[in-house]
């Protein structure tokens, strides 16, 4: 089994950058897919982003995409979410989530993923 412990959440002013961590522990970190998702209140929770197991290959929703970059450090065992030009439409609860590779779901569902981290809020004003 794996675990999420996710930290960086936090307010910032639309315009700034946060960086999203998610450290794992159990098993082997690379051989996991992972991705980060998000929900705000009253919405459903909506696919933000998606890192192949080697780092290769990266997924975005429309909405993010030149402004949010998923990266991984598999020595570090940490998935992270980089998040520059924020707009208060990025408030949400950040969750990420790990999925085995094996699993031939599309990587927007969160039907692909089998861990998922507790969340951390962030709250961007305007």
């Known amino acids: 089994q794996v675990q999420l412990v996710e930290s960086g959440g936090g307010l910032v002013q639309a315009g700034g950058s946060l960086r999203l961590s998610c450290a794992a522990s159990g098993r082997a970190f690379s051989n996991y897919v992972m991705g980060w998702f998000r929900q705000a209140p009253g919405n459903e929770r909506e696919f933000v982003a998606h890192?192949?197991?080697?780092?290769?290959?990266?997924y975005y929703v429309d909405s993010v995409k030149g402004r949010f970059t998923i990266s991984r450090d598999n020595a570090k065992r940490t998935v992270y979410l980089q998040m520059n030009s924020l707009k208060p439409e990025d408030t949400a609860v950040y969750y990420c989530?790990?999925?085995?590779?094996?699993?031939?779901?599309?990587?927007?569902?969160?039907?692909?993923?089998?861990?998922w981290g507790q969340g951390t809020q962030v709250t961007v004003s305007s």
């Open positions: 989530a790990a999925g085995v590779l094996s699993k031939r779901n599309p990587y927007y569902s969160d039907s692909r993923y089998d861990y």
């Open positions: 890192i192949s197991w080697s780092g290769s290959n990266t």
